[in-house]
């Protein structure tokens, strides 16, 4: 082979680039793992410097740093995303960790006070964190009066509805807008959006007869005008039958959404229905919408016992559910039949339930298979049997609740292993996918997450990708079982789960909007609406309305 001065410069830089990564000191290196990047789809062993919480480079060269994880046998994957996260205490939170989770967010229920509830968690959590603001929690301000003057988010809902539900009046749920009470609403959602809230939380599924359907639109629009998402948690919601079949519910927001050019979150979109919303959500996306949907492993849910889809109407009478052989109390540690069911949702509405959906059994394989179809764990927050936070250092077995919170990514691994699913999908499930979507609504942070390349926020879960396995059942005692499998959580580039303990520290980032100066709330009138949709063929008239 003929040597030439280009060929010489060539290799000359080769080694000098080999020379330079040997020499530079990294705060971590990973070093000898399977490195898995779902949006390059690169699958190889390689070693991973990392410094100032970035990754600086993937190499076969020899690295060195200041502390060094050994990932022989191991997948180096970029950090679990879950985007329907109410875990919003740190003992849940403890939880995710141990389940590989580096990002929660609860985009479904949210929160108010958006700006104090960002400043609150500020170097106070071990995970990356956000929030949608709450139309919920709107609703309760305006139609049950609540004064909310502090940061409210999913641990405060019990207590709010339960607050709610004193008078006998499920404000928030049941009393529907005129348009002053509409436009007091909207003024709350938007005011959270300037505050920098990711978009807009809505369990209208919770409110559907209370919510008018100009109401939802109201509220979608006034995320839309920040360009930000909606996650529903959709009208009909488990529904069977017409006239309430679910799909509906789903059309009401997909077609807001559609029509405000708005991101859209279908969630835990594992009910009846499911199929008909997915292939509406894939013919969006070939449009170039930005709209998706998620599910979680489990054939159970777990919710408020109050809610207005668990009631005999809706549970008995339309899907044909028995509470005997459905509705699970993990308080008392026993299914619940008709009677006792109800004389709890007279005494303890917001009371959590596990309420069993038996056909989710046999359409879980199907999700899991699903492009885009991403894994949110509707995880509920860290209490115990007596419905109190648990603290940090608790033992796991104290937590009582759906064993999602603890282990729904380790069982989307498990079940993906065992059905031979590529495991470079699965990552696409739990990680890539939601922080491509969310960073195309513009989500700054997430741009940089949800990969294993160079630039990147060095969130990495390392797992051995043949025994990651969840332990969790439903079983009381059981249900905080951690995830094994996982002996490596790393969140802006620092070590949080060390040999499967987690560690105290606590370093997640703020996921979020900048807050802006001034909001863009614009009230809904007749004169407006009149002005831009008709013909002002007599003002006079139109004077005395």
């Not at 909310?148 to 009393?175: E, H, S, Y």
């Not at 028995?322 to 949702?345: R, W």
């Not at 509405?349 to 394989?365: D, M, N, Q, T, Y």
């Amino acid at each position: 082979m003929k040597i030439t001065k280009h060929l010489l410069f060539g290799i000359a830089l080769f080694l000098m680039g080999a020379l330079y990564a040997q020499a530079q000191e990294y705060d971590l290196v990973i070093l000898n793992g399977r490195v898995m990047d779902p949006e390059t789809m690169f699958d190889a062993v390689r070693n991973v410097g990392i410094k100032d919480g970035k990754i600086i480079i993937i190499t076969k060269d020899e690295i060195k740093g200041k502390e060094s994880i050994d990932a022989t046998g191991l997948v180096v994957a970029p950090g679990f995303i879950d985007s329907h996260d109410h875990s919003m205490d740190l003992f849940a939170a403890k939880m995710g960790l141990r389940d590989g989770l580096t990002t929660g967010l609860d985009l479904e229920i949210g929160a108010l006070n958006v700006g104090a509830w960002y400043q609150e968690k500020e170097g106070k959590w071990p995970i990356n964190y956000g929030v949608s603001v709450s139309q919920e929690f709107a609703r309760n301000v305006v139609h049950d009066g609540t004064v909310i003057d502090k940061p409210v988010d999913a641990t405060d809902m019990p207590r709010l509805r339960g607050v709610a539900a004193k008078d006998g009046v499920d404000g928030w749920a049941d009393t529907p807008s005129d348009l002053e009470h509409m436009n007091k609403i909207t003024q709350i959602i938007d005011e959270n959006l300037r505050q920098g809230a990711l978009g807009l939380g809505s369990t209208v599924g919770y409110m559907r007869n209370g919510v008018t359907t100009y109401e939802q639109f109201e509220a979608q629009r006034a995320a839309a005008r920040y360009g930000r998402l909606t996650l529903a948690h959709t009208r009909f919601h488990s529904s069977t039958k017409t006239p309430t079949e679910a799909a509906l519910g789903f059309d009401e927001v997909f077609t807001n959404a559609f029509l405000l050019k708005a991101p859209l979150i279908i969630g835990h979109d594992n009910d009846y229905g499911w199929w008909e919303h997915e292939e509406k959500l894939q013919m969006a996306r070939k449009m170039g919408l930005n709209m998706w949907a998620e599910y979680y492993p489990y054939a159970a849910g777990s919710t408020a016992i109050g809610s207005g889809f668990l009631q005999p109407a809706t549970w008995k009478d339309i899907n044909g559910y028995q509470y005997e052989e459905t509705m699970y109390d993990p308080t008392q540690d026993k299914f619940l039949n008709e009677e006792e069911f109800l004389k709890i949702v007279k005494e303890d509405p917001g009371r959590l339930v596990i309420a069993h959906v038996p056909p989710r059994k046999k359409w879980l394989p199907f999700w899991m298979n699903m492009p885009h179809m991403v894994v949110g764990g509707d995880n509920t927050f860290g209490a115990g049997s007596d419905g109190e936070l648990l603290p940090w250092d608790a033992d796991f077995s104290e937590y009582a609740g759906h064993p999602r919170t603890a282990a729904s990514r380790g069982k989307v691994l498990r079940l993906a292993r065992e059905q031979d699913i590529p495991l470079m999908f699965t990552l696409c499930q739990i990680s890539y996918w939601s922080a491509k979507h969310l960073g195309d609504a513009g989500i700054e942070a997430m741009k940089v997450r949800g990969r294993i390349q160079k630039g990147m926020v060095a969130d990495i879960t390392i797992f051995d990708a043949e025994k990651v396995t969840d332990n969790a059942t439903y079983k009381a005692g059981n249900q905080g079982n951690p995830t094994t499998g996982i002996p490596y959580v790393i969140v802006g580039g620092n070590i949080v789960v060390k040999d499967s303990k987690v560690q105290d520290v606590f370093k997640g980032q703020a996921i979020r909007y900048p807050e802006e100066e001034k909001g863009r709330f614009v009230p809904a009138t007749q004169k407006q609406w009149i002005k831009m949709h008709s013909i002002d063929f007599c003002p006079a008239k139109h004077d005395n309305h």
